[in-house]
């Protein structure tokens, strides 16, 4: 997986070396799903918000590798003996999307890989530190189309998750629950 980032890293600067590069600064909301719902329980991953920059590169075919802070709430609800329970916990993560794509007029598609990096994980309810309890480092690959108006930029991806979000299987009443994280973003943003 790092080989194959760093490569991605290397083809977007020699394409960058040779084209006019763009700031992008972008703000969004995001949503995620847990692939698998444990026994007995609902994955509950609420809507989170984003900020960051992307670099996009001119001409038909561009790059586009950005840099994100996201925060989301990743949540389980349980369902116990009649009644009900929700852990929750709030999440950041550096987001590092290394994309290419195509522009048609103001319209492109563009895809890629977007690792990502746990910056925090805490209990919602307690504030205790669960860090340990996630993966330090996420993958996902990332399909989108986006449009461009004068400087107003708008993009809608999805991020199909290929890494475990879970440092190991969590175990909550008795229920082991695994899975990757999925969602949908839309980032709205200024090309300069």
């Known amino acids: 997986m790092k080989k194959l980032i760093v490569t991605l890293l290397l083809i977007a600067a020699t394409g960058a070396a040779n084209a006019q590069v763009h700031f992008n600064p972008i703000v969004g909301v995001n949503t995620f799903f847990l692939s698998t719902d444990p026994p007995s329980a609902t994955s509950d991953v609420t809507a989170g918000w984003t900020i960051g920059l992307n670099l996009r590169t001119d001409g038909l075919v561009f790059f586009q590798p950005g840099l994100h802070y996201m925060s989301m709430h990743n949540g389980v609800q349980f369902d116990v003996s009649g009644g009900g329970a929700q852990y929750r916990d709030d999440i950041s993560m550096l987001r590092?999307?290394?994309?290419?794509?195509?522009?048609?007029?103001?319209?492109?598609?563009?895809?890629?890989?977007?690792?990502?990096?746990?910056?925090?994980?805490?209990?919602?309810?307690?504030?205790?530190?669960?860090?340990?309890?996630?993966?330090?480092?996420?993958?996902?690959?990332?399909?989108?189309?986006?449009?461009?108006?004068?400087?107003?930029?708008?993009?809608?991806?999805?991020?199909?998750?290929?890494?475990?979000?879970?440092?190991?299987?969590?175990?909550?009443?008795?229920?082991?629950?695994?899975?990757?994280?999925?969602?949908?973003?839309?980032?709205?943003?200024?090309?300069?």
């Open 96 to 192: 590092i999307p290394l994309l290419a794509g195509v522009g048609f007029g103001p319209l492109n598609i563009h895809g890629g890989i977007s690792p990502s990096i746990m910056l925090s994980a805490t209990d919602h309810n307690t504030g205790a530190d669960k860090m340990d309890v996630y993966n330090a480092f996420q993958a996902a690959f990332t399909v989108g189309g986006g449009i461009q108006i004068l400087l107003l930029t708008l993009d809608v991806d999805l991020d199909f998750g290929i890494t475990n979000v879970y440092s190991k299987p969590e175990t909550v009443y008795g229920t082991t629950y695994d899975g990757t994280l999925s969602g949908v973003r839309v980032n709205l943003g200024l090309m300069f």
